[in-house]
């Protein structure tokens, strides 16, 4: 059975969110966004996950706490420094080791474990999640060979104008062949525009030495969604929503009025309930079967047994609740 490692890109400042808080620890829907990551890993049984910290990294290790791995990137000098630095923790493994940014809360395992697949199919060195969003610009464009195989990426302040114009681009999200990945880190050198040391300078590495490189395009654009700013987290929190209160009503719940109704990522709620207008579930609240929730519920972190009814409270803890039919 293969091993799979991972390494979860979390060093960055952030500095467009303009926040104290450093990037990855602001929540999307409750949970903050490199936990939706290293939550999707553990699902995936990877064996080991590093998370590469710098900026505010005690911060980020309280929240994450012991279920991860530490490396520390102390001068922010490009994302194939950022994955060098785990090199002492991973650097002699064998398997395939994914790496991903922890600013990108809105992909799902699925996407991952697909991933995983096409590199394994492919008996790739390198593989590349790729997407075709309708504007390309800042991203990494992925360039290709008269046949159609990846060549290189070529990031977008380095690019041609003719590079500009391709719609392939980079979600920064790689399977690597794990000795072959820490072997070609040896080789990035910071000859770019920003004098930094670009991951996706190991695709080039890799092919010029006759290794496969594949790719895999991703089927749902907005799974790519990194974030930036205070407005690309609005975009995160809304799109996920929606995937959250879908799922549950495809889970047997009734949702009265989806546009007034907020459940946070962590909220289990029991079939045949139903979610009236204007509440909002957070934390680790849980909420039994053939229960009526709301109007105007508040709940943080708490249960509700089955055929319960809660409406007009916000509370945590002693939240006034009575049996259905009373």
């Known amino acids: 059975m293969r091993s799979t490692y991972a390494v979860v890109l979390a060093a960055g400042k952030g500095t467009r969110m303009k926040s104290d808080l450093p990037k990855v620890l602001h ?6 966004m490199v936990e939706h990551i290293t939550d999707h890993l553990k699902n995936l049984n990877t064996n080991e996950i590093v998370t590469v910290v710098g900026h505010k990294k005690e911060m980020i290790q309280e929240q994450l706490g012991h279920s991860v791995q530490y490396a520390v990137q102390e001068e922010q ?5 950022a994955v060098k630095m785990s ?25 991952l ?7 394994h199919q492919t008996n790739a060195a390198g593989t590349i999640l790729t997407m075709l969003p309708e504007d390309p610009s800042g991203y990494g464009r992925i360039v290709r060979n008269a046949s159609g195989n990846v060549k290189r990426i070529v990031e977008q302040k380095d ?44 695709i080039e590495i890799l092919q010029k030495k006759q290794h496969t490189i594949s790719a895999s395009v991703m089927e749902n654009v907005e799974e790519g969604l990194g974030i930036n700013d205070r407005i690309q987290l609005s975009k995160a929190e809304h799109i996920m929503q929606q995937r959250i209160l879908e799922t549950h009503m495809k889970n047997g719940v009734t949702i009265v009025d989806p546009k007034t109704t907020f459940i946070e990522a962590d909220v289990v709620i029991g ?6 207008p ?16 709301g109007p105007d519920v508040d709940l943080l972190d708490y249960d509700v ?4 009814k809660i409406h007009n409270f916000s509370m945590t803890n002693d939240v006034c609740s009575i049996p259905l039919g009373s």
């Open 278 to 293: 204007r509440t909002h579930l957070r934390g680790q609240t849980r909420i039994g079967e053939h229960c009526v929730i």
């Open 87 to 111: 090199e002492e923790l991973l650097g002699d493994k064998e398997g395939t080791t994914l790496i991903i940014t922890g600013d990108t809360p809105l992909i799902t395992e699925k996407t």
């Open 159 to 202: 690019a041609t104008e003719e590079e500009k114009e391709i719609q392939e681009v980079n979600t920064g999200i790689f399977c690597f062949d794990n000795q072959l990945l820490f072997s070609a880190l040896q080789e990035v050198d910071s000859n770019n525009n920003q004098s930094e040391y670009y991951l996706p300078d190991v």
């Open 113 to 119: 474990d697909y991933l995983l697949e096409h590199h």
């Open 271 to 276: 079939r045949d309930t139903t979610i009236e």
């Open 305 to 308: 047994k089955d055929q319960m």
């Open 77 to 81: 000098l490009g994302t194939a420094h």
């Open 27 to 32: 929540p999307v829907c409750g949970k903050p």
